[in-house]
């Protein structure tokens, strides 16, 4: 094969990794400027062969790639420890993230005590230690699938017989041979930063946040755990744990008994949030809701205000994204920046609102750049409440000016319940990055290239003006469905397609097609016409109802 690096031209033997082209272009130096290889916006480790002629680029252990395959390192780490602390029948469930840390529980259900988290901890270490080599291995479709029920794995064995493919890429590292979506670090010996929490029922994996090399002080985040908790309640009421199961679902006709339970246990939660707005003394008459990029905040309050309805309360509704400078006073400023949004308007018209004057209400249209106004004036009835949503909705500078008292703050996020298996999560920043690419196609003007490129940007406003705030929220809401991802699947794999290998986001595109692989697809006609799902897929072919007038 013909592969060009730093500016040479190299012709290696068939069957070379990026490992082989390292030793011959840098040697054993400066070795953390390159843990994963850049082909031509294909992001290879250092592990797996090159399969056609490539122009390659190193990518250092500082990058965003490199920390993706940090956690699923340091995820093979625990469990190759587990196995040998307590045997190879010994196994752990990665289940979500929890801040930089990543919630496990033993597989057989105990609660592990400090000292035994210490020992796992110690062999961890030990392994590191050793600079344990992880290798791939090319390995046929069926004799992986008899492999796996050999160990046991039948649910594995079972999600590998859905896959529509010849042979197999894993992992191994010592005796252990697992497979994790997605690249990994050269050697454990990359993993120098961890430590283990007891966390009950399970416990924490600790590991450095993007960018970071130490441990921060743990802190225990209550709030958000609870969440979690419940939304692992529900996949066991619902009887759909991980994506073996949900493919299974989809197969046999059972999905749709599962699309109508999580919807109502969505509809049960938000009612219940409405239950306590309307019952707290003295009474709340500002709601602000805030939530990362595509967690649904639109339709989560429209769905709100008919529960209140219901309460016999009647909340006047403003969206911040009505509140956006007009595109040609903005220059260069960022949209998700608190000074994009115009907070003199803002500020009047929720003072006018809540002392019971009558205002007009501005609707920013994304198409011209511009605000328009309503014809029609609302006016709050006497005693009830504002419902604002937006991404700067948890700001105090925001609502600096409406007692505290008076507040009630809700932090909305698409907390996805799903697991890929047992050593696999799924990232709530990939399900949100499917729900944009398709609304954004749809509603807002945007084509997947952009929507792609932009991105990382989004997240970083995130981090600067969200994530921040989240710990002032009074109520967490989760807002992911367990079957939505099959939904947007079909949706957004067309436009992933479109990408040209030219294009600058081909290989965030590539990623997001091998992420959607295993995944069944679902018509977007099983998604219920009142379902907060609509703001991301359409209502084509729904009736008009509340949600979309």
């Known amino acids: 094969m013909h592969i060009t690096c730093e500016g040479r031209s190299f012709d290696l033997f068939d069957g070379a990794s990026p490992q082989n082209l390292w030793n011959i272009v840098r040697g054993s130096r400066d070795r953390e400027e390159a843990v994963l290889a850049d082909c031509g916006g294909e992001i290879l480790d250092f592990q797996t062969p090159f399969t056609k002629d490539r122009d390659v680029k190193w990518i250092p252990l500082s990058s965003k790639q490199a920390y993706q395959a940090y956690r699923r390192t340091a995820i093979m780490l ?15 469930k990665v289940k979500h993230s929890l801040g930089k840390s990543i919630y496990c529980e033993f597989k057989d259900g105990h609660t592990p005590l400090s000292k035994e988290l210490a020992s796992l901890e110690k062999r961890m270490a030990s392994i590191v230690s050793e600079h344990r080599k992880i290798t791939k291995l090319m390995v046929g479709r069926n004799r992986a699938i008899a492999f796996l029920r050999m160990k046991g794995r039948m649910e594995d064995a079972e999600l590998l017989s859905q896959l529509d493919v010849s042979e197999l890429n894993v992992d191994q590292c010592g005796s252990l041979i697992d497979y994790y979506f997605g690249p990994m670090l050269p050697d454990m010996g990359f993993i120098r930063a961890f430590a283990l929490h007891s966390y009950a029922p399970g416990f924490l994996l600790q590991i450095p946040g993007p960018g970071e090399t130490e441990l921060t002080p743990q802190e225990d985040d209550p709030l958000y755990a609870r969440v979690f908790l419940e939304t692992q309640d529900w996949s066991e009421l619902i009887g759909c744990h991980n994506l073996e199961e949900l493919n299974r679902s989809i197969d046999d006709g059972r999905i749709y008994d599962i699309v109508a339970t999580a919807e109502a246990l969505q509809e049960k939660k938000m009612a219940q949030l409405a239950d306590t707005i309307c019952g707290q003394k003295p009474p709340i008459r500002l709601v602000c809701m805030a939530g990362p990029s595509s967690s649904g905040k639109t339709t989560f309050m429209k769905r709100l205000i008919v529960h209140l309805w219901v309460n016999g309360v009647r909340p006047v509704m403003l969206s911040l994204d009505d509140y956006f400078r007009n595109r040609d006073e903005m220059g260069n400023e960022n949209w998700e ?86 050593h696999n999560r799924i990232s709530t920043s990939d399900s949100r990055l499917l729900r944009r690419l398709v609304r954004d196609f749809q509603f807002r003007g945007n084509g997947p290239e952009h929507t792609l490129l932009t991105w990382d940007n989004v997240r970083k406003g995130e981090e600067r003006n969200i994530f921040q705030y989240q710990n002032r929220a009074n109520v967490v809401f989760n807002t992911a469905l367990l079957y939505e991802i099959p939904v947007l699947k079909k949706l957004a794999r067309p436009l992933l397609e479109s990408i040209s290998p030219d294009s600058p986001a081909y290989g965030e595109a590539l990623r997001m097609l091998r992420f959607l692989r295993p995944f069944r697809e679902l018509d977007a006609s099983i998604v219920p016409g009142e379902s907060l799902l609509r703001e991301f897929v359409g209502y084509k072919g729904i009736g008009k109802s509340f949600l979309n007038r």
């Open 78 to 92: 625990l469990v190759c420890a587990v196995k040998e602390v307590y045997g190879e029948k010994a196994d752990i």
């Open 337 to 422: 920046n608190l000074e994009a949004l115009d907070l003199t308007l803002f500020e009047n018209t929720v003072s006018a609102l809540l002392e019971g004057r009558k205002v007009h209400l501005p609707h920013f249209n994304f198409i011209t750049g511009k605000k328009e106004w309503e014809e029609k004036e609302v006016q709050l009835g006497k005693g009830q409440p504002i419902l604002v949503e937006g991404l700067h909705a948890l700001n105090p500078k925001l609502t600096y000016f409406v007692p505290g008292y008076q507040c009630l703050r809700v932090y909305l996020s698409a907390l996805t319940q799903l697991t890929i298996n047992d």
